[in-house]
């Protein structure tokens, strides 16, 4: 079973626009990870939230982790034509034993 | 740094065929995953390997075998293939120092 779960499943916006994708998970966690995918190609790790953050940020990329929720949001600000991507959120579980659960993923595609 | 690297990048096979895809990474990390890829169903995990020497199984484990008798290398084996195994192939090495896994190109199987 999915452990977490995008919302939207896709998304299209203009170039410069932010974008934002949710992930939803059900079990306690060590941390949760954002990977993004361009067609065709393997997994890209972007960034790692541990769960005593809130808060993190990598140049364009946000993210923000809500264990009471359960969830964390992904917002890329001042999107380009090469985010175009899908975007899956993955989560560590406490106990899990250093694998990653992966979520369904979000497919946003940035117009000029 | 070649990173993690799979062979082949695309093979089709006749319902009953066995193959075994190859993996292999020159980062000399301990972990090591295969995970197959559906559409609309995320990233599913296989088989994995915390070491030499050692594998287990995954979310979705039957139908396949795995061995990891060398630490760069992970092998992911179909004995009677089945058209229900047509997906997309993804092996991930992990350096658990950092919480990150790195992934491989895929390879992409179709069972007709």
């Known amino acids: 079973s999915q452990q977490g779960e995008e919302d939207p499943q896709a998304l299209s916006i203009q170039e410069g626009e932010n974008a934002t994708m949710n992930c939803s998970y059900k079990?306690?966690?060590?941390?949760l990870q954002w990977y993004r995918q361009n067609s065709g190609r393997g997994l890209v790790h972007l960034i790692l939230i541990r769960s005593n953050e809130r808060e993190k940020h990598s140049g364009r990329l946000r993210v923000t982790l809500d264990t009471s929720k359960k969830s964390s949001s992904l917002l890329i600000t001042a999107s380009r034509a090469a985010d175009t991507a899908s975007y899956f959120c993955?989560?560590?579980?406490?106990?899990?034993?250093?694998?990653?659960?992966f979520g369904t993923g979000t497919q946003l595609k940035v117009e000029l | 740094n070649a990173g993690v690297t799979q062979t082949p990048k695309f093979r089709v096979l006749k319902t009953g065929q066995s193959m075994t895809l190859l993996c292999a990474q020159d980062m000399n990390h301990e972990y090591m995953y295969w995970y197959r890829q559906d559409p609309g169903m995320g990233l599913r995990l296989i088989h994995y390997?915390?070491?030499?020497?050692?594998?287990a199984k995954g979310e979705v484990p039957d139908g396949y075998n795995v061995s990891r008798l060398k630490k760069q290398n992970f092998l992911l084996g179909l004995e009677s293939a089945a058209p229900s195994q047509t997906s997309v192939y993804f092996c991930a090495s992990a350096d658990w120092s950092t919480d990150t896994q790195y992934f491989g190109p895929g390879t992409r199987l179709t069972v007709l």
């Open positions: 993955a989560t560590d579980r406490t106990g899990g034993g250093n694998k990653l659960t």
């Open positions: 390997s915390v070491g030499e020497g050692t594998t």
């Open positions: 079990t306690s966690i060590n941390n």
